[in-house]
């Protein structure tokens, strides 16, 4: 059957999908979610059927295409194609075993994420396999084999150096920005430090998010590698440099389940350190109320499943467990976040020192991890890093190679509406609830408006008198103010007694 492309102008951001009008599928016995093989010259793709109900969206004899799909073929609206019924993918079969409770094969593995990177699945059958695994659990061998499979589909960067370095927070802790400031530290010792972030999905900021207040993030490998070879270090979003991309769509799939499938966490967090050639990699994990993990028992098991992996992939793992019971730092946003490292690195007396503790911390183990300290002198050395300021010379050579956009700290920008938050009463704050901030700073516009947020002016333990400023809201309109505001009388995190 030969049809006129049309092009859908949307994308999907993964799946390759179709639209034909209902008397073409009716003629051909197609139906919603079946497979056509589509033959464009000598190129070919598979891809899931739609069907437009009218000839508005898709006359008869046409087919519509989206991004993906064009792309592949490379062909243009006006093109002609043809299509033949396809068979489901393989990977179909493994996941129904998945779902029927078995273990899966390193080769079924591959085959599924070889399938997912290629937009053969269905979002429904993408959604099948992420909650199979969420609840059936993976197996130590199925977690190495999905790691090493999602390396494998992707681009991995060339050995850059002996030692490379990375470290990765799992997450859940308003305002935990240390990979920012940990990384000029370790590069100003000599390491090789190639952080690649995603973007946040769920909370105020990323790294990625904070550094692009600062500079840009997006670079492809090429220039990424020049990068690298010119500073040794960057701080870049990993969704532009196509490193495991298997794993931004499962990530995807579960967000909106709010799910996070154990083995699939190991998985994605580690397939991106091998990508990079990690051959060091620092562990956070935060314990306390509302962050990822919320036991210390939970918390060791996750810590020896990640050193284990660690093993498998010969990357030299250390996992550290961290006080996770409210936001670390003062700023709560992109770019107050930024502006809480920026303070730190230079030594500047508004700088949070709990954040800087934690960063100097973070640095002092990796220090010692790859031998630039003697064993218990990783803190002295960081501090000594960040005390003469190296390692603030070293953040703005990062800024400026990766194409600053600020010149000087006053050029950060900051949401122009702002509220204070008083204290109703005197006393002590006894609990700031990280899910019930990350909530609200997201609903003042976090983390795409990069000024918005919240400013700490308090933590946990700290006395207050009645009228005093608890933290200051930031939004870049009016409009965010009103909606943020509303969020904070449903979700009052701070708690005063």
């Known amino acids: 059957m030969k049809l006129v492309v049309k092009d859908m102008d949307i994308a999907t951001g993964g799946?390759?999908?179709?639209?034909?009008?209902?008397?073409?599928?009716?003629?051909?016995?197609?139906?919603?979610?079946?497979?056509?093989?589509?033959?464009?010259?000598?190129?070919?793709?598979?891809?899931?059927?739609?069907?437009?109900?009218?000839?508005?969206?898709?006359?008869?004899?046409?087919?519509?295409?989206?991004?993906?799909?064009?792309?592949?073929?490379?062909?243009?609206?006006?093109?002609?194609?043809?299509?033949?019924?396809?068979?489901?993918?393989?990977?179909?079969?493994?996941?129904?075993?998945?779902?029927?409770?078995?273990?899966?094969?390193?080769?079924?593995?591959?085959?599924?994420?070889?399938?997912?990177?290629?937009?053969?699945?269905?979002?429904?059958?993408?959604?099948?396999?992420?909650?199979?695994?969420?609840?059936?659990?993976?197996?130590?061998?199925?977690?190495?084999?999905?790691?090493?499979?999602?390396?494998?589909?992707g681009r991995k960067l060339p050995k850059l150096a002996k030692i490379v370095v990375d470290k990765h927070c799992i997450g859940g802790v308003p305002g935990n920005r240390t990979s920012l400031g940990v990384v000029p530290i370790l590069a100003a010792a000599g390491l090789m430090v190639p952080k690649t972030s995603s973007r946040s999905i769920t909370s105020p900021a990323g790294t990625a998010d904070s550094m692009e207040v600062l500079a840009n993030v997006s670079f492809d490998r090429t220039k990424l590698l020049a990068l690298l070879k010119k500073i040794h270090a960057c701080m870049v979003w990993g969704g532009a440099v196509d490193l495991a991309p298997a794993d931004d769509t499962i990530i995807n799939v579960e967000h909106p389940l709010s799910i996070d499938a154990e083995g699939q966490l190991l998985a994605s967090i580690m397939a991106k350190k091998g990508s990079v050639g990690a051959t060091h990699v620092l562990i956070d994990i935060p314990v306390g109320p509302g962050t990822k993990v919320e036991t210390m028992e939970h918390a060791q098991h996750l810590k020896k499943k990640f050193e284990e992996l660690g093993h498998f992939l010969n990357i030299h793992v250390k996992v550290v467990v961290t006080n996770g019971r409210e936001p670390i730092g003062n700023g709560i946003g992109p770019a107050l976040e930024a502006r809480d490292v920026m303070w730190i690195l230079k030594n500047h007396p508004n700088q949070p020192l709990d954040l800087r503790r934690k960063i100097i911390q973070m640095a002092g183990i990796l220090l010692e991890m790859t031998g630039k300290a003697k064993p218990g002198h990783g803190q002295v050395v960081a501090e000594d890093l960040v005390h003469t300021g190296k390692a603030y010379e070293k953040m703005w050579e990062i800024i400026k190679a990766q194409g600053a956009k600020i010149k000087k700290l006053d050029d950060i920008h900051f949401g122009a509406c702002t509220w204070d938050y008083l204290a109703p009463k005197s006393g002590r704050v006894r609990d700031i609830q990280n899910a019930s901030v990350a909530k609200i700073a997201r609903v003042a516009g976090c983390p795409q408006d990069k000024g918005a947020g919240i400013y700490l002016y308090k933590h946990c333990g700290d006395a207050v008198q009645k009228g005093e400023k608890i933290f200051t809201l930031y939004t870049e309109n009016k409009e965010k103010m009103v909606y943020a505001k509303k969020m904070l009388e449903q979700f009052d995190g701070f708690v005063i007694r």
Request: charged content about 25%; some cysteine; glycine content about 8%.
């Open 15 to 153: 799946p390759r999908i179709v639209t034909l009008n209902y008397q073409d599928a009716k003629l051909y016995d197609l139906h919603h979610h079946d497979r056509i093989l589509i033959t464009f010259g000598n190129k070919r793709t598979m891809a899931i059927v739609d069907i437009g109900e009218s000839s508005k969206a898709v006359p008869p004899g046409k087919i519509g295409m989206f991004e993906e799909v064009l792309y592949d073929l490379q062909v243009r609206g006006g093109g002609v194609v043809t299509i033949a019924l396809a068979e489901k993918p393989e990977s179909v079969r493994y996941i129904k075993q998945k779902l029927d409770g078995k273990q899966l094969t390193c080769h079924e593995i591959c085959v599924i994420v070889q399938d997912i990177i290629e937009g053969r699945l269905s979002d429904i059958e993408l959604t099948y396999y992420v909650a199979a695994n969420y609840a059936f659990g993976m197996s130590d061998k199925e977690i190495v084999a999905l790691t090493e499979a999602m390396i494998a589909t």
